[in-house]
């Protein structure tokens, strides 16, 4: 088992992270940080807040593996787990013993470039070329099949993870 770490927290200041780390080599699990590192880990272990979480989704997807997460951020609602637990995560990993959830990801495609999301993505007219309002006509096709066409300075197209932070963030319930 090859564990990437990635983390937005110091990796020589977080005392979950140390701990993290001492276990899994106290249990001889590979481990390495994403960001000093190009290779495909098995499992990618999240330091952070909701915010570090969706940075990582990119490497979710880049190298086709799942994500524990660790809550070192403020709210964590995405988070699996508090930073106070880690040396027992670290040991669920090292004992095969996780349990994972497949979450909906958005997939879109402007001009030829892919962008990838959990949450949300948010498509808006280009407010730099004026000041005032700029309305664009925009066209949503899903998997190929014309859905809608619409005039709006922008769309919000999002998952049920996002949507569920857009109601929260509105002062409504989790859907």
Known sequence: MKVGIFSKVDKFDNQGLKEFTERLKFNKTEYFYLDEKDEKPD??????GDGTILLAVD????????????NAGTVGFLTDFECVDAVKVADLICENKLKFTQRSLLSVSIEGKIFNALNDIVIESDRSVTSSSVISKLSVDIEDTHVYDLNSDGVIVSTPTGSTAYSLSAGGVIL
Do not use: D, E, H, Q
């Open 59 to 70: 490497y979710a997807i880049r190298y086709n593996s799942p994500i524990v997460s660790l």
């Open 43 to 48: 499992l990618i272990a999240v330091f952070g």
